[in-house]
């Protein structure tokens, strides 16, 4: 068969597995969507333990970032990351393991600019373009305060 | 009831997210910062804080709800505070999730190496 650019595309096209889009979409909704439960279930966990609403809104994405935190730690979070994709990340939890992972892999760079620096490589910028966002709609809101 | 909610819209967020991912490309970290942005935006347009009361967790533990909380946080200090607000209404409503982020964080990388490669 000979080979030019327009058989060659509908070559790779055959070539290529089945965009896995769908099974991919599938695993990141049951993951996200159960993190998301134990989340629920942390909060009815705390009220019925007693605390009030504001604490309530403080505790649960605590417990949820020292659960990402330690799943990270012990190797468990990645692997099911590898599975979940945006199912994994999205979540509270996938913040944290955005500083642990980064962090531990940089561990052999030292403490300051290895373990220090590195953990924010992708939680930083959420933090920063979170913060900006959030200032600059604090700025319009202030402004429509005072002229209305 | 609240349980379904917050597995269905928690999920269909991710979905959307996954959609992005495989669609373009992006990096995941992209991905996380949009949606932060989005939280945000959401918002201060005001569709978000009903999908909260909707959905619970299902809308708070996406990371576009750290954008939620940042801009209700944002929101109250400038009513309480005025422009002050601006400053410190984000920072104190995220307050104890990044401590712990940043606490967590840093102990578990001190204590545990990577697993695979």
Wanted: aromatic share 12%; proline share 3%.
């Amino acid at each position: 068969m000979s080979i030019n650019k327009s058989n060659y595309d509908e070559y790779v096209k055959k070539k290529t597995p089945n965009s896995p889009i769908l099974k991919n979409c599938i695993k990141a909704f049951f993951v996200g969507g159960a993190i998301c439960v134990i989340g629920q279930a942390i909060t009815d966990l705390c009220i019925m333990l007693g605390a009030g609403m504001t604490e309530v809104k403080i505790i649960t994405p605590i417990i949820l970032i020292f659960l990402g935190s330690l799943l990270t730690g012990l190797g468990v979070y990645d692997k099911l990351g590898k599975h979940a994709g945006g199912g994994s990340i999205i979540p509270i939890t996938g913040f944290a393991n955005s500083i642990v992972s980064s962090a531990m892999e940089f561990k052999k760079e030292g403490y300051v600019m290895g373990v220090g620096a590195k953990m924010f490589t992708i939680a930083g910028p959420v933090i920063v373009y979170g913060v900006v966002a959030s200032m600059i709609y604090g700025f319009i809101y202030w402004i429509v305060n005072i002229v209305f | 009831m609240d349980y379904l909610y917050a597995f269905l819209i928690g999920g269909a967020i991710c979905v959307i997210a996954q959609v992005l991912i495989d669609k373009t490309k992006l990096a995941p970290a992209k991905i996380v910062v949009l949606f932060v942005t989005m939280g945000v935006l959401l918002t201060s347009v005001g569709v978000y804080q009903p999908l909260v009361e909707f959905a619970g967790a299902g809308a708070t533990v996406p990371i576009t709800g750290f954008g939620y909380s940042l801009a209700k946080g944002v929101e109250n200090a400038v009513r309480q505070n005025g422009w002050l607000g601006i400053f410190t209404g984000g920072f104190t409503a995220s307050a104890g999730g990044v401590a712990a982020a940043v606490f967590f964080g840093y102990i578990f990388s001190l204590i545990s190496n990577p697993k695979m490669k």
